[in-house]
């Protein structure tokens, strides 16, 4: 029989778990050629919770389960619908990746005493035959490849419509191999091995990327419909981009997946890397390209605290002034301290174990505050508020600064404005072991004390940022003017002063991006030989 008339209907799972001996069925599709693909969530076993990490991947919730069907229900859809495909007896079933399905669905027939009735073709392990120098043939990456704007690919109905098409463009592929039959497909997997990859090829002409400048500027990377991908900033476009290309070993997958499905670039030369790094975060936020992570607007939203930092708002206000923090984790510690030390601590209570993050012995966070304290000459009354806190964190952190040559200086100043906050206590959060001490937490309460000063003091240049008029030049090269009114940077001069005001009231995560870039980038200016000087507008 023909591959191209054969009756086969493409189906795609998604379960709890990696094996059907302790997860089980979530959501299931199929469809064929002629006939629109289904969908439906399976039951879940009573009192049993979805994990959450299968609720991220699959964007499958608890509340949706109201609309789930019983599993025997479900088995009889796919059962009803197989019978109205063909009388024949040797129906396939296409499926990408099946090596995962496989178990779970042996396991499903078994639970209804039935044998399986089709033959499973996995176009995965086709591609791996016939593109084994693909970087990746997943499913995003390889639809992709072949021209389908496959999108975010969560659930298993958007599955199943990816691997029509996969199946569909490999025939192609076969036929010109003079494999037409299901027979001579048989044959061809057993004369056939596995190729193993010699060299990535990718579908972006080699000549597109090695004809780019080397000059500072922008990158767009595109798909096949000219959507696109991810965005980037680059010092030297050539040198850059080509740098996705180089080596096989190690590679991030996430970047294989993108690169199979670029076919495309598009680059705008800028003067300099920091005009670049301005106009990425901008083109990022306007596109939204899905393979960008960071400088995303998505559902972030800016945290603003209240002059004792007891209270926080996701927007500015009368009470709310002080801002804007990219979220309010950074303070989230020493807020519970504050909460802690005016309420609980005088009676000798204990401090909840996860002040910083992680489960810690209260007595011994007790003790190795205490000793902070000594330390310093301070009662732990001293840092009742927050406020206090940061005082004397901005007091000890230039102390710090003040020991450190002119060019440890930068480089440091350059690390603390390319984190945003919660980056930064990621790097704080340690797997602390048994022999903990109270000096050690002694240490950590300083640490903290002093990198919310830096959030507050990085916060105000920020916001001093939002008028004000740069100058700077790189290396030897010739100086840069720049005019930044209401949180837009102007590369020519304007004049804005009259109503030029540092306030937050109409601003969002895309000013706050871009004063952070802009920070970011004149400090490694600094660090690299170069200058600036910066006139504030009050």
Known sequence: MKLKSMPVFFLDLQTTGAKPDNSYILEMAYGSKHAETQSFLVEQPPEYEIPRRIQIITGVKTSDMKDAVPFPEAMKRLLNFIKT?????????VIHFAQFEKPFLAAAFESIHADMPFTILCTHDIAKRLLPNLPTRGIKGLSGYFGY??????????????????????????????????????????????????????????EKRLDL?????????LNFQGEVLYVG????????????????????????????????????????????????????????????????????????????FTSVSSTPDEFHMIGPFSNAMVFESMMKLSL?????????????????????????????????????????????????????????????????????????????????????????????NDLITVDDLADKFERHFMRIARAYMRVRKINRMLNADIEFSIANKAKRILQVRNGIVYYAPVDHSEDSENSWKDHSVETYDRMTVLLTELERIRSQNGNYHISFID
Request: glycine residues 2%; proline residues 5%.
């Open 85 to 93: 495909m063909s009388k024949l007896d040797n129906i396939v079933c």
């Open 149 to 206: 704007d496959a999108g975010e690919l969560k659930r298993s109905a958007s599955h199943v419509d990816a691997t029509k098409v996969i199946w569909s463009k490999l025939l192609e592929t076969l036929e010109e191999k003079e494999v037409t039959t299901y027979e001579e497909l048989q044959n061809w997997f057993i004369e056939t091995p596995k190729a193993k990859k010699t060299k990535y090829e990718y579908p972006l002409p080699k």
């Open 213 to 221: 400048p080397k000059v500072p500027g922008i990158y767009r990377m």
């Open 233 to 308: 900033k680059a010092t030297s476009l050539r040198d850059r981009v080509n740098s996705y290309f180089r080596g096989q070993k190690n590679r991030d997958p996430k970047k294989l997946e993108m690169l199979t499905q670029v076919y495309d670039l598009r680059v705008t030369p800028c003067a300099t890397p920091l005009e670049a790094a301005l106009m990425e975060t901008d083109e990022i936020k306007r596109l939204n390209p899905r393979y960008n992570i960071s400088l995303k607007a998505a559902r972030r939203s800016l945290a603003f605290f209240d002059k004792e």
């Open 340 to 432: 802690y030390l005016n309420t609980i601590y005088k009676d000798g209570a204990l401090p909840d174990g996860d002040l910083f993050f992680e489960e810690l012995d209260p007595q011994l966070l007790k003790d190795g505050f205490e000793v902070f304290c000594l330390r310093h000459n301070f009662t732990p009354e001293t840092f009742a508020s927050v406020r206090s806190m940061i005082a004397m964190g901005i007091i000890w952190q230039r102390r710090y600064d003040k020991e450190l040559s002119e060019s440890e200086e930068a480089e440091l100043e350059l690390q603390e404005v390319e984190l945003d906050d919660s980056a930064e206590i990621e790097e704080e959060i340690e797997e602390f």
